[in-house]
């Protein structure tokens, strides 16, 4: 059974930074793309950020210079590392996983998390 379970997220200050994880199992994902969205209460899902098995990185207009993806693919899990929080990043992030590439979408992926809370205090 294939799952993706975050974990990482919680409160923090504006200006402060959070550290997501992205633990995947039950195959391999070293040839998958892997990546990252979010919403807002209230708001439609954003793209964040997403990484090739290649290694190349993508990030939303919101997130970049601020967020950074990596992956360990010996360990099955993707990081997103967040600097420079601010409120409006307040939102549930989610982790996907998917052969083909998509990137500055938010549908289409084939394996989802249940998602972290990250709430951004001002």
């Known amino acids: 059974q294939v799952q993706l379970v975050e974990s990482g997220g919680g409160l923090v200050q504006a200006g402060g930074s959070l550290r997501l994880s992205c633990a995947a199992s039950?195959?391999?994902?070293?040839?998958?793309?892997m990546g990252w969205l979010r919403q807002a209460p209230g708001k439609e899902r954003e793209f964040v950020a997403t990484?090739?098995?290649?290694?190349?990185?993508y990030y939303g207009d919101s997130v970049k210079g601020r967020f950074a993806i990596s992956r360990d693919s010996t360990k099955n899990t993707v990081y997103l590392e967040m600097n420079n929080l601010q409120p409006e990043d307040t939102a549930v992030y989610y982790c996907?996983?998917?052969?083909?590439?998509?990137?500055?979408?938010?549908?289409?992926?084939?394996?989802w998390g249940q998602g972290t809370q990250v709430t951004v205090s001002s």
């Open positions: 996907t996983a998917n052969r083909a590439l998509r990137i500055f979408t938010t549908t289409g992926y084939e394996f």
């Open positions: 039950g195959r391999s994902f070293s040839n998958y793309a």
């Open positions: 990484i090739t098995w290649f290694g190349d990185t």
